[in-house]
């Protein structure tokens, strides 16, 4: 029983394995870091601090073992996060919007143009730094599961909104 | 119809709002401050004579404010019927306007409480499709006027659309006592239990709240563990709880459907479900066609032997409103099977659907769950070796493992789909059997899942994103979700009909 759609067969639907997927801008990849590394200086900080202050004498060797503990552990979200950020790739059809993500989770989302309600850029602080954005596509019901695209030229980002606009309106 | 003309001025809603409305203050008083309250009554002894009368005339200045309170939100409530737009005011002392044009109003349901029922008015709520205002409730209106607004709104919605068709004045389906006593006792009752269960532990969490307030938890501490160590003592009372229990579940089933789903009528009129029930709060729903976006046909196995089924509408809910998406989900209980086929019908959907078979989802879902649950029973055991002093705690696992391998058993044989040209329907359930239906056009975005475990086994989660939340098949072949994901999207973008 796979072959479960026979009528339309005749039709070509456009195929997703088919398409070329784009990769973000490579520039984001830094942007992820120093969000990485701002957590980690807050997280060795606070325990700098919780050790020094609050720990009795006879826990003082355990304190290493946190150290290593948390740098091991952070080591491990470089790690992940900068392969896994070639495999963040986005792709604009005719008629929809893909995103895909992930290395030991992997997801694959698409919007088709006709169910959009709204679409956002938004940029952080690095980002902006960086020149990049990020654009949200936001389709009706419960938006937190809906398509975002981050770490994307801010020029890219307005053009790809501006595609969409118009799908939308005609 | 002259009718129009009674809400083209702004005017105000029956005037015994007020008294609904000063129910409603006086009811949502008592609910934050029912445990002071009863502190206070313990004490009632202890207090002196001459504090009664202070402690009267708080209550009389407390009770008289509320009045005048209750008085300015009517008097400040106002609403009119302006170029196609609802208008309303509204606001004491922060004054909001608030206009919502008639093609956003979704639907105007009526609504009966208690004090509602009694006095003869009806609340008249105005669902809007929009995520941004609040939804607008009048809370009384005589029936005359209530049914006229909602003519003025639904009949200028109606011009663009076809003539009304002739109302058949028979019910579609009605549910008297007899049968919905039937309903409820066959709910269910795991799922009462639960219900309960929440309820109580709120309540709860409450008292442990106020007490924790006022430096009190030993006490009640205390109380607990001289309570639970004579349970602990004696078997009878174990037996006993739990024979108990079951009373308790089986009786708020009965308590809630009956109460919920009383006097249940349903009619078929243009295109929509109208329905009445409710036993102390009476409402009407009209469900549009094109508002539901999905339905879920649910049975189980005593409701399948007397040939019965529930449904569950969802309608479209705007994202960020939360506590609104319970009022969303309306259930028809009692459903015999050439009910379900004329719903099916209503909603265009074909019949040829019910002789394709059902596909199974891969067997890696079930190897999941084995795999999921030893995160909860390999520290459970960890807990019982070093936590007990005899190992007589091991003998639970012989109780919840085979019960967890039935559960797993049911879990992955009841997880299957099948898809025609124009829907999908996904089957899930344990005790309960539910089948949910879902027109490929309603989906706003689809999304495909895959852990690197499930990759190796090439097996992938599909998640349909619908206007009423997300709807998840889970573990079928990597193969058949490429189809389906492609083949919903090619649904999709060629449908030229709105999801909503």
């Known amino acids: 029983m796979t072959n479960l759609f026979d009528n339309n067969i005749v039709i070509t639907f456009p195929d997703i394995t088919k398409i070329d997927f784009v990769s973000i801008s490579k520039k984001y990849l830094n942007v992820i870091l120093l969000n990485i590394t701002i957590y980690f200086v807050i997280f060795i900080c606070s325990l700098f601090i919780v050790t020094t202050y609050y720990l009795q004498d006879e826990m003082m060797g355990f304190k290493y073992y946190l150290y290593a503990g948390i740098t091991i552990l952070f080591g491990f979200f470089y790690v992940v996060y900068a392969i896994g950020f070639k495999k963040r790739k986005y792709a604009v059809r005719e008629k929809d919007v893909s995103y895909k993500s992930g290395i030991l989770f992997k997801q694959t989302t698409s919007v088709p143009f006709n169910r959009v309600q709204h679409i956002e850029i938004d940029q952080g602080p690095f980002s902006r730094f960086f020149k990049l954005a990020s654009l949200s596509v936001y389709t009706a019901g419960d938006s937190s599961d809906d398509l975002k695209i981050k770490g994307i030229l801010k020029e890219d980002a307005i053009k790809i909104k501006e595609f969409i606009s118009t799908k939308i309106d005609g | ?500």
């Open chain 2, 1 to 500: 119809m002259g009718n129009t003309a009674d809400f083209s001025q702004f005017r105000k809603q029956s005037k015994k709002g007020i008294l609904v409305i000063y129910a409603n203050l006086l009811y949502k008083a008592l609910k934050t401050s029912w445990l002071v309250l009863l502190l206070v009554a313990q004490r009632f002894s202890k207090i002196q004579e001459n504090h009664f009368t202070y402690i009267y005339l708080g209550i009389a200045v407390l009770l008289v404010f509320f009045l005048i309170r209750a008085f300015l939100i009517y008097k400040n409530f106002q609403f009119k019927i302006a170029k196609e737009h609802f208008v309303l005011k509204q606001g004491i002392l922060k004054k909001s306007n608030t206009s919502i044009p008639f093609d956003r109003i979704q639907n105007i349901n009526f609504k009966q409480n208690i004090i509602q029922q009694i006095i003869n008015v009806h609340e008249v709520n105005v669902e809007t499709a929009g995520s941004t205002k609040a939804e607008i409730s009048i809370k009384a209106l005589s029936f005359k006027d209530a049914k006229a607004l909602k003519n003025a709104v639904t009949i200028s919605q109606k011009k663009e659309n076809k003539v009304e068709e002739i109302i058949s004045e028979k019910p579609f389906l009605k549910i008297n006592f007899p049968a919905l006593l039937k309903v409820s006792l066959t709910e269910n009752h795991f799922h009462s239990l639960l219900l309960l269960f929440a309820v109580l532990i709120t309540f709860f969490q409450q008292i442990t709240d106020l007490f924790d307030g006022l430096g009190k938890k030993e006490v009640l501490d205390n109380y607990i563990s001289e309570n639970t160590s004579a349970l602990q003592s004696s078997v009878i009372l174990i037996v006993g709880l739990l024979i108990l229990l079951t009373v308790i579940a089986v009786l708020s089933s009965v308590v809630r459907v009956v109460f919920k789903h009383f006097n249940l009528t349903v009619y078929i009129k243009n295109n929509a479900l109208e329905i009445y029930q409710g036993l102390t709060t009476k409402k009407t729903v009209i469900l549009k066609k094109n508002k539901i976006q999905h339905i879920t046909i649910s049975t189980n196995p005593i409701k399948k032997i007397l040939g019965i089924s529930f449904i569950t509408f969802k309608q479209a809910i705007s994202g960020k409103v939360k506590k609104k998406q319970l009022d969303k989900i309306i259930r028809i209980v009692g459903c015999k099977a050439n009910q379900v086929n004329q719903i099916k019908e209503l909603l265009d959907f074909s019949a040829q659907i019910d002789a394709i078979p059902f596909q199974k989802s891969n067997i890696y879902l079930k190897y999941r769950n084995y795999i999921r649950s030893l995160l909860f029973f390999v520290p459970l055991n960890i807990l019982f070796y070093f936590g007990m002093e005899d190992y007589n705690a091991f003998w639970v696992n012989a109780i919840i493992i085979p019960v967890y391998i039935i559960v797993t058993h049911f879990f992955y044989k009841k997880r299957v789909f099948k898809c025609t040209e124009d829907i999908m329907v996904i089957g899930s359930g344990i005790l309960e059997t539910h089948q949910t239906y879902l027109p490929f056009y309603k989906v706003q975005n689809i999304k495909l899942k895959q852990t690197i475990f499930q990759e190796r086994k090439g097996v992938a989660d599909l998640v349909f994103q619908t206007a009423s939340g997300k709807l998840k098949l889970p573990c079928i072949s990597i193969e058949k979700a490429m189809h389906i994901y492609n083949y919903t999207l090619f649904k999709v973008e060629s449908s030229t009909k709105s999801w909503m």
